[in-house]
């Protein structure tokens, strides 16, 4: 019986998700221009958040 227990406890934690909502915010002259929400990894947002500041080089864009 413990080890059905245990078996489904170690399912439930693969299982789960690691994907949260992160918070880019750009800023340009150390004033925040925009704010926008990444689901995603933490790797996946960093990313993506730095992908946006690359499109305007007077943005500088991060992770909240």
Request: hydrophobic share 35%; aromatic share 4%; glycine share 4%.
């Amino acid at each position: 019986m413990k080890k059905i227990i245990l078996s489904l406890i170690v399912v439930a934690a693969v299982s789960t998700s690691c994907k949260k909502d992160y918070t880019c915010a750009c800023k340009s002259n150390g004033v925040t221009v925009s704010t926008t929400t990444i689901n995603g990894t933490q790797s996946t947002a960093t990313a993506a958040c730095s992908a946006n500041g690359t499109n305007n080089n007077a943005y500088v864009c991060t992770i909240q």
